[in-house]
């Protein structure tokens, strides 16, 4: 075989390692090919195996007890139940060979009976198209044979993606495969060697014929990429990002006004950067691309200001999000909760004179589900504006009064009997006794949790009705007090975890 490497040892599934065996062992030969090839030889831990082979779909199907086909290219999935996930299902494909690709989205037709050097040829870039031959097996360590026709080692110490083959004519033959270069490169950290991204550029409209299905997919791996901006820049400086979102295009060199160093676009790009540092949601990092999407749409110069303004622009980006995400066919999901967070990114946050109702109707508007990924927006957006701290006493004062306004507050509501029911018992008329009774009833409850029952509380209104007017009002006055005390040591509490006063 040309190109067949030193050996070298990798730890590999034995469910894996197994069904090379079994392949091997009915007379055919068997290679893992793909992502796995590339994350084992990179140390990391590929998310799915895949395995070539000169056997039949039928052949394979016979070596396996349970199988089942996959896709019209032959694709056999080996089933192990017993498996962890990841292995539950491996993937077995006869080596392929493809002809024509007229429609820039899948082979004419696939013909079995290839080679395994066809088979590494049609793959998309080099270090998705190293081999393994596992040759010996000990103690879920493999020895392995590496066959690298297409120098993908090289391209994986050098870091670089590189296209199989004419780089042209592979992202003519397949859009996807431009969307893959730029995912790859943002998840594993890798540049683009310079045809392929010369290739890239040229034929980025070939985007355009893809399943909006597939782009997505793509797009959601960049965004939650730990390099997600290297992954955006790269598709704006290839032409891409215009056929996947021509919005968030439109926001390159939109010049904001003074409070801003960086134009729309890259404050956008700084947000989702940070987002994806500190791991946040999906929803989160969407929410931090396209918080100002509707920046670049709603910009007006003001003359009185002598500065650009971006009047309405939460509503308008709101409106563009949900647009962007259905186009690209997110969950209902996921785009309500993004285009809330859109919504209401620019709530006001000068603690000095906001209100708790005010906090209150915030948590109203984005819903209590949200809030605190709202916060998380923000702090985004602090970010990617250029502010070096990311929580000052400002933000911390506010997640603390949205604490508060969240809290159930200490009163008497929280008691197991109400007003008309004392009233009832002790033979009441409204009038402040039964105000006295329900206050001195919650000191009882603040004091030992335990008693809050219907029963305890009934018998000690009785009890407490039979006193004299004077030391009723006493007993009440104290329970006023006392739930004042117990609000302030919750609040203090709630206060002291922000670090603010
Ligand atoms: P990961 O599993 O991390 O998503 P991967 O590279 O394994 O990455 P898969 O979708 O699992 O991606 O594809 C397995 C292999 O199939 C790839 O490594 C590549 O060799 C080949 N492949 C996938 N998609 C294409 C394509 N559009 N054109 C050519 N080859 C492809
Ligand atoms: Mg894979």
Known sequence: MKNALKPRVFVIPKEV???????????????????????????????????????????IAKVFPKTFYENEYGTVGVVNDEAEESLKVVEVTPFRKEIGYSDSRRPDRVVFGGTLEDDLKRRDFSINAIAMDIKDTKDGECDVEVIDNHQGLKDISSRTIVAVGKPEERFAEDGL??????????????????????????????????????????????IMSDRPGDGFR???????????????????????????????????????????????????????LFHDIGKPPARRWSEEKGDWTFHGHDVLGAKMTVKILERLKFQNKVIDKVSRLVLTHMFFTDTEKIT???????????????????????????????????????????????????RD?????????????????????????????????????????????????????????????????????????????????????????????
């Open 17 to 59: 390692s197994g069904i090379s065996e079994g392949l091997k062992g009915a007379g055919f030969r068997a290679y893992l090919v793909g992502g796995c090839v590339r994350d084992l030889i990179l140390g990391l831990r590929p998310k799915d195996w895949d395995i070539t082979t000169d056997a039949t779909p039928d052949d």
């Open 177 to 222: 495969r431009l969307l893959r270069a730029l995912r790859l490169s943002a998840e594993l950290g890798f540049k683009l060697e310079t045809e392929t991204a010369e290739a890239i550029k040229k034929h980025a409209s070939v985007i355009k014929k893809i399943a909006m299905e597939r782009v997505r997919d793509e797009f959601v791996r960049i």
């Open 234 to 288: 790269m598709a704006e400086s290839l032409g891409v990002l215009k056929h996947v979102i021509p919005e968030l295009s439109q926001a390159v060199g939109v010049e904001q006004n003074k409070a801003h160093s960086f134009d729309v676009f890259e404050h956008l790009i700084r947000a989702v950067e940070h987002s994806a540092k500190r791991g946040y949601s999906l929803e989160v990092r969407l929410a931090s």
């Open 356 to 406: 708790l109702s005010a906090v209150r109707r915030l948590v109203a508007k984005v819903g209590k589900e949200n809030i605190w990924e709202l916060m998380n927006v923000r702090a985004a957006d602090r970010i990617g504006t250029g502010r070096p701290k990311e929580s000052p006493y400002r933000l911390r004062k506010y997640h603390s009064m949205v604490e508060e306004a969240m």
């Open 409 to 501: 507050p200490i009163t008497v509501s929280m008691l197991r009997v109400d007003g008309s029911r004392i009233m009832e018992i002790a033979g009441l008329k409204p009038g402040p006794r039964v105000g006295y009774i329900l206050h001195a009833l919650l000191e009882e409850v603040l004091d030992a949790p335990e008693k809050n029952t219907r029963e305890f509380l009934e018998e000690k209104t009785r009890e407490l009705s039979a006193l004299p007017e004077e030391e009723l009002k006493e007993a009440g006055e104290r329970g006023k007090e006392r739930r004042e005390t117990e609000e302030d040591k919750e609040l203090s509490k709630i206060r002291k975890k922000y670090w603010v006063k």
